[in-house]
């Protein structure tokens, strides 16, 4: 993700010096001789053509098609229809369109030019801050779309008399949506800067290499204070989000351990209770905790290279290892999201299947209940959170069981 995803801190690797001084002989900001020790530092090699030719198009197909899957079932199923599922909507919107920013511009390049920084033969700057404000504006899109899931799981379980007044109604949703976008737009644009500054880099390549181009172009800070005030807004609202999912997610979890010892006591429908508590709980870790586990390594590792740069302690090699790793986790994010959501609830299991397979699934349904016509079977929680365990919004957006979508 280079200079795209959140990427400045890569763009000095100690082989120019920072205060580049004008060549008016070859038009460039550097001139460097390169040793044939040091070609394949500029070079993908090894692992890097793996993950670039295989790894990364898999990837992309798989979080296109998963997405694409999910919004068809909310746009089939009535019942998915929901206020926790606009949200989800919207969040697979924003991992779509991270994937193709992200790995479309990294694919691109790869096959323009065979150096691993030259921005300059597969983009223009239009393109280069394009790509750059696309994939900022989903990251932070996404971050705050989970965040709005964990305060409407968090109404419904331990305020269930009280509506997240945010989402008390389509219109109210459709301005909270706008407004997250607009938020991410302007985030991301304040960024912009940080990918204006071109850079034109001349090598004299060992013979062996001549046939590489001896210029290329990479885009970077206007200066040190953007390139700084970048790396901040890249890290600290992750971090602020992922303090705020945790405090609620804490207080969801305890609510229902306290809701289902209550129901201990009184022998209430301890097994149906039971089941609810464990598919919140799945629906918990699938929406928002593996989104922190998939997100946070790459930015605690943007976040140390920050400081190791600053001290001046900051050691390529091992720092681009690490972030390879941890980008390949931050797209496994956007395109395992709706896989999980079907792992870990049946009801969205059960609305894949009425989507996909609904003549299956009738005839299915039909042989095993002739007789029989499905319903509602909502278990009491408890006396202020029926509503809450019928309620697709207080559940983490599960759809209600009805006879129309239960064929599993």
Not at 32 to 40: E, Q, W
Not at 135 to 156: G, K, N
Not at 323 to 341: D, G, H, K, Q, T
Request: hydrophobic letters at 45%; one cysteine or more; aromatic letters at 12%.
């Amino acid at each position: 993700m280079e200079s795209d995803f959140p990427d400045s801190l890569m763009e000095d690797y100690g082989y120019f010096n920072v205060n580049f001084s004008y060549d008016p002989i070859h038009l460039c900001d550097s001139l460097r001789r390169v040793n044939a020790s040091d070609v394949n530092d500029f070079l993908y090699v090894g692992y890097e053509r793996w993950l670039i030719c295989l790894i990364l198009p898999l990837i992309l197909t798989l979080g296109l098609v998963t997405n694409l899957a999910f919004m068809y079932v909310v746009a089939r199923i009535q019942s998915m229809r929901t206020v926790v599922n606009q949200y989800l909507v919207h969040l697979a919107v924003a991992d779509m369109l991270f994937l193709v920013g992200a790995i479309g511009k990294k694919l691109w390049q790869y096959c323009e030019s065979p150096l691993k920084d030259d921005e300059g033969s597969a983009y223009g700057p239009i393109m280069v801050i394009i790509s750059h404000l696309l994939v900022y504006t989903t990251i932070f899109s996404s971050e705050l779309l989970v965040t709005l899931v964990a305060f409407e799981r968090f109404y419904a379980v331990c305020r269930p008399m009280v509506v997240f007044a945010a989402s008390s109604n389509n219109r109210k949703v459709a301005n909270l949506l706008c407004l997250v976008w607009l938020i991410s737009v302007s985030l991301a644009a304040s960024t912009i800067p940080s990918v204006l500054k071109p850079i034109s880099i001349c090598h004299i390549w060992p013979d062996e290499y001549s046939y590489l181009e001896r210029m290329y172009v990479k885009y970077t800070a206007v200066n040190i204070s953007i390139r700084y005030y970048t790396n901040i807004i890249q890290t600290v609202p992750f971090f602020v989000v992922m303090v705020i999912n945790s405090i609620l997610y804490v207080c969801i979890m305890r609510e229902m351990e306290r809701r289902l010892k209550a129901m201990e006591r009184h022998d209430l429908d301890l097994q149906s209770n039971v089941d609810i508590r464990n598919q919140v709980s799945r629906m918990l870790v699938a929406n928002g905790i593996i989104f922190f586990i998939l997100m946070a390594p790459f930015q605690f590792g943007s976040l140390i290279n920050f400081v190791d740069k600053i001290i001046g302690t900051y050691s390529m090699n091992n720092s681009e290892r690490f972030l390879n790793i941890a980008r390949m986790m931050v797209y496994c994010n956007s395109a395992i999201n709706p896989i999980i959501y079907n792992m870990a609830n049946s009801r969205y299991r059960a609305a894949f299947e009425e989507a996909f397979f609904k003549k299956w699934c009738k005839k299915r349904r039909w042989s095993r209940h002739p007789q029989k016509q499905l319903g509602n079977h909502s278990s009491v929680y408890a006396t202020s959170i029926t509503k809450a365990s019928n309620s697709d919004s207080s559940l983490g957006g599960n759809p209600a069981a009805n006879g129309n979508e239960t064929c599993v």
